[in-house]
T-cell receptor, first 114, second 113 residues
Framework: KAGVTQTPRYLIKTRGQQVTLSCSPI?????VSWYQQTPGQGLQFLFE???????NKGNFPGRFSGRQFSNSRSEMNVSTLELGDSALYLC?????????????FGSGTRLTVV | SQKIEQNSEALNIQEGKTATLTCNYT??????LQWYRQDPGRGPVFLLL?????KEKRKERLKVTFDTTLKQSLFHITASQPADSATYLC????????????FGKGTKLSVKP
């Protein structure tokens, strides 16, 4: 079956702009999480959605937001981009509670802010 | 403050040997611990999960241990191969924290032929 699909793979944006990233989970997976990965901070949790509801949120400013649709696809949005937002953004989905099954990650979207 | 540390940023070993990676945590009470492999430019790939009430888990050449007294997990790859070269990440999840994995910075393993 198809894995977790993230689009686009690469993105270059200018400071002050906004960006929307998309994630399609594995069919049947209802939990979708988002992470930011940078060389300095590693992987950091952004937020998690389940059945269109945000259940958990990390310590990121309000410029970072997300949503989940009825088909479990998810989007995250970053407004007023800053240079420090340059990172690999990863989406992960899970069949059930991730504690039992682990998470399946997509290949990520590489965002560069110039 | 809460902290997760993977003791080595990099580990170089010879093919055929056992690689042992360490993950320590402080000020957490993790319910579950997971190990992932990440190749350059790719997302992490799930390898193994162990619960707080389990001491050891195995999968083919992989073994993970979880010691809540020492607050440590060890990850072993036996009979290592050059194809095992990658960055390995440990991640904790606490009770009730859906989707929120807390990751270590990773250990880059290089297996030389």
């Amino acid at each position: 079956k198809a894995g977790v699909t993230q689009t686009p793979r690469y993105l270059i944006k200018t400071r002050g702009q906004q960006v929307t990233l998309s994630c399609s989970p594995i069919s049947g997976h209802r939990s979708v999480s988002w992470y930011q990965q940078t060389p300095g901070q590693g992987l950091q949790f952004l937020f998690e959605y389940f059945s269109e509801t945000q259940r958990n949120k990390g310590n990121f400013p309000g410029r970072f937001s997300g949503r989940q649709f009825s088909n479990s696809r998810s989007e995250m949005n970053v407004s007023t981009l800053e240079l420090g937002d340059s990172a690999l953004y990863l989406c992960a989905s899970s069949a059930g509670p991730g504690q039992n099954y682990g998470y399946t990650f997509g290949s990520g979207t590489r965002l560069t802010v110039v | 403050s809460q902290k997760i540390e993977q003791n080595s940023e990099a580990l170089n070993i010879q093919e055929g040997k056992t690689a042992t990676l360490t993950c320590n945590y402080t000020n957490y009470s993790p319910a579950y611990l997971q190990w992932y492999r990440q190749d350059p430019g790719r997302g992490p790939v799930f390898l193994l999960l162990i619960r707080e009430n389990e001491k050891e888990k195995r999968k083919e050449r992989l073994k993970v241990t979880f010691d809540t007294t020492l607050k440590q997990s060890l990850f072993h790859i036996t009979a290592s191969q050059p194809a095992d070269s990658a960055t390995y990440l440990c991640a904790f999840q606490q009770w009730g924290s859906q989707g929120n994995l807390i990751f270590g910075k990773g250990t880059k393993l290089s297996v030389k032929p």
